[in-house]
C-alpha cells in the first residue's frame, strides 16, 4: 500500500482529469471536486464572466434597495411629482432648477419632474421581475414538457416535439402584440401580469428542446434502470431522477434567457404594450426619453446604458457559464 | 427533395391558417371593437354599422367569411384608413421595410462574415478579442437605444443625415435605419462565423488543403468558409423573425411609412380588416422563407438528406 502513489499526469491530454482531483494535504490521498465547484472555478478564470456577475449582483442589489435609500434621503418616488409648477421640467443631471450644481437629481428629472435615477431603479427592478419570474415560468413548463416527452419516447414525444416545432416557427411576437393590444388592462399591474403570461408563454420552447435531449441521453442508463427496478413511479423518475440530472445546460440556457426576455419586455414596452406609467421599465423610459432626445438627452441615455450594461454582463455571464459547465464547447 | 418540399408545403399552409385562426380569435374574444371608443355612437347607426360589416350574425359565419376572403388574398377594407383597401396599404408599406430589411441583412452578412473569419484566424488574439467584446456590445444595445444615439450623433450633432422620415431608396434617409437594424444581426452573424470556422479549421480536409500547398487565403476563402457559414444560414430562419421585430422599432424610431408601423397603428386601433391582412401576409412570407432556407440548407451540406 505504501507504494500506491497518485498518479498526477503531467501529459496535457489529461490536464482536465488532473484539474479534477486534489490531494488532501499531507495523506497523499485524491478526492475528487464536484462538477458544481470545477464549474465554479473554471468561472472564476473567466475575466468576463466575473465581471458580468459582479455588475448583475450590483444592479439587481441597487435596485432593490436603492429606491428606499433615496426615499429616506430625499424623499423622492418613481411617481413623485413635485407640487410647484416651477419644477415640473426637465432637469439636466445633476442640477437643481436655478442652473447650478446639485446632488438632488444624479440623473436629472423627466417631463413631468420626477426624479430619473429613482425612476431608472423602478425600471431595473420591473425589467429584472420580468425577466426572472418569466424565465421561471419557462423553466416549469419547459423542463416538464421536454421531460415528459424524452421519457415517454415513441409516439408521444414525436407528437409533444411536433407541437413545439410548429409553435417555434409561429411568428409569435405578432400575436404577442395582437393579444397585449387587444387585452389590453385597465391598471398597470393586469398588464403586467398579461406581460407575465405573454412572454412566459413563449419562452419554453428552447428549453423543452434542450431538456429532452438530455433526457433522451440519460433515460437509458443504469441509475434509472436501478430506479425502475425498485420500483420507483414514472413521475418520481421524471422530477426526482432526470431532471437533476438536466440542471448543468438548463442553467445556461436559463441565464441567457433572462436578457432576452428582458429585452422583449424593452422591446413590448417601446411600442407602449407593456408596463404603463405610473410603472416604469427601462423600455418604457427609453421610450418616454426618444420623445425629447434632442433637448433631454439623458432621459434616453440613463435607462438605455443601465439596460445595455446589464444585458450586457448577462450575456457574458451566461457564455461564461456555458464555459464552465461544459468544457467540451469550450475546446469547440 | 421534392417530397420533403412538398411535405413541408402541406404543413405550412395550415400553419397560416392557424396564426390567422388565432389572430382572429384574439381580437374577438378581447371585450370591445373598433368602435367602442371614447365617442358613444347612437344605437341606431350603430345597428348599420353591425349589419354592414356583418357582426350580427353568428361567430361562425364571420368566421367562415373572413376566412374565406383572406384565402382569397381579400383582405377588404381598412377600418381606420378610409377608401383604402388592405392590400393598397401592404403594397404601399411594404418595399419601405423589404428595402430597410434586405439592406440591413446583406450589411450584417459582409461585416459578420468578414469579421468573424478573421477573428476565428487570429483566435485568441487582441483583434478576436476586442471584435467579440464589440459583437456582444452589439447583442446587448437594443437597438431602440442604438437608433436615437445614432440619430444624437449624426443627425443632431454632425448634421450629416437626416434624423427620420423616408425619402425613397437611394437616398441618405435610408442609412440611418439599415445600420440601426443591422447592428444586432451583424453581431450575431459575426458570432456564429467565428464558432463555425473554428471548428471547420481544425477539421481535416482543411488539413489536407493546407499540406497540399494551397495559399492560405484559398484555404480560408474556398475551403473553410464554406462549412463556416453553415450556422449563419441556419440562423437565417429565425434572423428573419427578429427582423421583422427589428423593422418595427425601427420604423417607429425613424418614422418610416412601413408595414411594422401599419401593423403596431392597426393593433393599437383595432383595425381588425389591417391587422388580419398584415398577420396573414408576414406569416406567409415568414413561413415560406423558412421553407426555403431549409430547402437551401440541403444544396449547401451535401450530408443533409430529408
Known amino acids: ?8 499526469h503531467t501529459d496535457p491530454e ?3 482529469a488532473e484539474a479534477d482531483v486534489r490531494v488532501i494535504e499531507g495523506s497523499g490521498t485524491l478526492i475528487g471536486t464536484s462538477l458544481w465547484r470545477d464549474a465554479w472555478r473554471r468561472l472564476l478564470k473567466n475575466k ?9 449582483i450590483t444592479i439587481t442589489v441597487v435596485s432593490l434597495i436603492g429606491p428606499l435609500i433615496i426615499k429616506a434621503a430625499t424623499g423622492y418616488t418613481y411617481d413623485f411629482i413635485p407640487n410647484n409648477v416651477v419644477l415640473i421640467k426637465s432637469m439636466p443631471p445633476l442640477t437643481g432648477p436655478d442652473g447650478s450644481f446639485s446632488w438632488a437629481h444624479p440623473m436629472g428629472t423627466d417631463n413631468s419632474g420626477r426624479d430619473l435615477l429613482a425612476r431608472v431603479l423602478l425600471g431595473g427592478r420591473i ?14 413548463i419547459g423542463i416538464s414538457y421536454g421531460a415528459v416527452a424524452g421519457y415517454l419516447g415513441g409516439r408521444i414525444d414525436n407528437l409533444m416535439m411536433r407541437l413545439v416545432d410548429v409553435l417555434y416557427s409561429l411568428p409569435y411576437i405578432i400575436l404577442v402584440i395582437v393579444l397585449l393590444a387587444m387585452f389590453r388592462s385597465k391598471t398597470p399591474v393586469g398588464q403586467l401580469v398579461l406581460l407575465f403570461i405573454a412572454l412566459g408563454s413563449v419562452s419554453w420552447l428552447t428549453m423543452a428542446r434542450i431538456v429532452r435531449g438530455q433526457v433522451l441521453s440519460l433515460k437509458n442508463q443504469e441509475f434509472v434502470l436501478a430506479a425502475r427496478a425498485t420500483g420507483v413511479s414514472t413521475t418520481r ?18 441565464t441567457l434567457t433572462i436578457p432576452s426576455v428582458m429585452l422583449t419586455e424593452a422591446f413590448l414596452s417601446f411600442l407602449g404594450f407593456g408596463v404603463q406609467p405610473p410603472l416604469a421599465s427601462w423600455g418604457s423610459l427609453a421610450a418616454d426619453g426618444i420623445q425629447s432626445i434632442a433637448i433631454f438627452p439623458w432621459q434616453l441615455i440613463f435607462p438605455g446604458v443601465t439596460m445595455a ?7 457574458f455571464l451566461g457564455d461564461g457559464l456555458r464555459d464552465a459547465l461544459d468544457p467540451q464547447m469550450r475546446k469547440a | 427533395m421534392l417530397r420533403f418540399t412538398i411535405r413541408r408545403l402541406l404543413v405550412t399552409i395550415p400553419m397560416i391558417l392557424v396564426v390567422i385562426t388565432l389572430t382572429w380569435g384574439l381580437i374577438r374574444l378581447a371585450p370591445g371593437n373598433f368602435y367602442s371608443g371614447e365617442k358613444k355612437i347612437p344605437k341606431a347607426v350603430e345597428k348599420n354599422i353591425r349589419e354592414k360589416y356583418g357582426l350580427n350574425k353568428p361567430w361562425y359565419v364571420q368566421y367562415g367569411r373572413t376566412m374565406g376572403h383572406i384565402v382569397r388574398l381579400d383582405f377588404g377594407d381598412s377600418l381606420k384608413y378610409q377608401g383604402q383597401s388592405v392590400n393598397t396599404i401592404i403594397a404601399r408599406s411594404l418595399p419601405v421595410s423589404a428595402t430597410v430589411g434586405i439592406l440591413a441583412y446583406l450589411l450584417a452578412l459582409i461585416v459578420g462574415i468578414t469579421v468573424g473569419s478573421i477573428a476565428a484566424l487570429k483566435q485568441n488574439s487582441r483583434w478576436d478579442y476586442t471584435s467579440m467584446a464589440l459583437a456582444m456590445l452589439g447583442i446587448s444595445i437594443p437597438n431602440f437605444v442604438l437608433g436615437p444615439l445614432l440619430v444624437l450623433l449624426f443627425s443632431l ?24 437594424l443591422s447592428a444586432i444581426y451583424m453581431a450575431y452573424i459575426a458570432r456564429l462565423t467565428r464558432a463555425g470556422m473554428l471548428e471547420v479549421l481544425r477539421s481535416d ?15 480560408v476563402i474556398r475551403h473553410a468558409l464554406r462549412g463556416g457559414i453553415m450556422p449563419v444560414v441556419s440562423f437565417t430562419g429565425p434572423a428573419l423573425a427578429f427582423l421583422l421585430t427589428g423593422t418595427v422599432v425601427v420604423e417607429r424610431i425613424f418614422a418610416l411609412p412601413g408595414l411594422g408601423n401599419y401593423f403596431i397603428q392597426a393593433s393599437l386601433n383595432r383595425d381588425e380588416p389591417l391587422i388580419l391582412g398584415i398577420v396573414a401576409f408576414i406569416a406567409m412570407t415568414l413561413l415560406i422563407m423558412n421553407l426555403l432556407v431549409d430547402i437551401a440548407y440541403a444544396f449547401l451540406d451535401p450530408r443533409i438528406r430529408y
Do not use: Q
Not at chain 1, 1 to 8: A, K, N, V, W, Y
Not at chain 1, 48 to 56: E, N, P, Q, S, T
Not at chain 1, 242 to 252: D, Q, S
Not at chain 2, 210 to 219: P, T
Open chain 1, 1 to 8: 500500500m505504501e507504494d500506491e502513489r497518485p498518479i498526477i
Open chain 1, 14 to 16: 489529461f490536464a482536465v
Open chain 1, 48 to 56: 468576463l464572466a466575473v465581471f458580468g456577475l459582479i455588475v448583475v
Open chain 1, 127 to 140: 425589467s429584472l421581475m420580468v425577466g426572472i419570474i418569466s424565465t421561471m415560468v419557462s423553466l416549469i
Open chain 1, 237 to 254: 423518475i421524471i422530477f426526482r431522477h432526470l431532471v437533476p440530472n438536466t440542471l448543468g445546460p438548463v442553467i445556461v440556457y436559463a
Open chain 1, 309 to 315: 450594461l446589464t444585458l450586457f454582463s448577462l450575456n
Open chain 2, 157 to 180: 450633432a454632425l448634421y450629416w443625415l437626416p434624423p427620420s422620415r423616408w425619402s425613397g431608396f437611394p437616398s441618405r434617409s435610408v442609412v440611418l435605419p439599415v445600420l440601426t
Open chain 2, 205 to 219: 480536409y482543411i488539413r489536407t488543403a493546407r499540406a497540399k500547398g494551397l495559399r492560405e487565403r484559398d484555404v
